[in-house]
């Protein structure tokens, strides 16, 4: 099983170019999520979605939008990237939101914008 | 608002026994996880708190006092591959997430 498989892993922008970060799952999950993670920070909620066909902006959205068409994909988009957008991107999913239901994260895209 | 605190950096012997904690100020509370996240790499899910007291899962145990709004991970016999960043997080009442920075565990010889 792939689990969460993110694509490109690494990519290098120039400020005001776009790129859209793929996200893809094969187990099944309702609940999908992208997250950035800077240095001396905890991650960070960009976007999540509770299913097909639906978003909802999380704790830092600004300058992010994100898209999930099918069920096992979940698109983040960058339109014109800034040079505070350098970070790496996890996407995550998981089954629901409650109990113990744990996220599944891909191995992240470490994004720079010059 | 919201926070997690938990120490930036911790340096632990190999075989010995490491307590990491974690503080929590959150709106509402619904269960603690723990993850653990090797250098340049994706978080795996360690732990699952939402009552009081311990959970132990092999070398690994975590515990809640929710009254006190703390966990510690405890880490027994430790091996030079526990060396990671160990990352608490809480469930609000939203069952939103909020993530501290991680602790960074050195594991020396």
């Known amino acids: 099983n792939a689990g969460v498989t993110q694509t490109p892993k690494f990519r290098v922008l120039k400020t005001g170019q776009s790129m859209t970060l793929l996200c893809a799952q094969d187990?099944?999950?309702?609940?999908m999520y992208w997250y950035r993670q800077d240095p001396g920070m905890g991650l960070r909620l960009i976007h999540y979605?509770?299913?097909?066909?639906?978003?909802a902006k999380g704790e830092v959205p600004d300058g992010y939008n994100v898209s999930r068409l099918k069920k096992q994909n979940f698109l983040l988009g960058l339109e014109s990237a800034a040079p505070s957008q350098t970070s790496v991107y996890f996407c995550?999913?998981?089954?629901?939101?409650?109990?113990?239901?744990?996220?599944?994260f891909g191995a992240g895209s470490r994004l720079t914008v010059l | 608002g919201q926070n997690i605190d938990q120490p930036t950096e911790m340096t632990a012997t190999e075989g010995a026994i490491v307590q990491i904690n974690c503080t929590y100020q959150?709106?509402?509370?619904?269960?603690l996880f723990w993850y653990q996240q090797h250098a340049g790499e994706a978080p795996t899910f360690l732990s699952y708190?939402?009552l009081d007291g311990l959970e132990e899962k092999g070398r690994f145990s975590s515990f809640l006092s929710r009254s006190k709004g703390y966990s510690y991970l405890l880490l027994k016999e430790l091996q030079m591959k526990d060396s990671a960043s160990y990352l608490c997080?809480?469930?609000?009442?939203?069952?939103?997430?909020?993530w501290g920075a991680g602790t960074k565990l050195i594991i020396k010889p």
């Open positions: 995550a999913s998981s089954l629901d939101s409650s109990g113990a239901n744990v996220l599944t």
């Open positions: 187990m099944n999950h309702e609940y």
């Open positions: 979605s509770v299913g097909e066909g639906t978003t």
């Open positions: 959150t709106s509402g509370f619904n269960g």
């Open positions: 708190n939402v």
């Open positions: 997080a809480v469930r609000d009442s939203n069952y939103q997430l909020i």
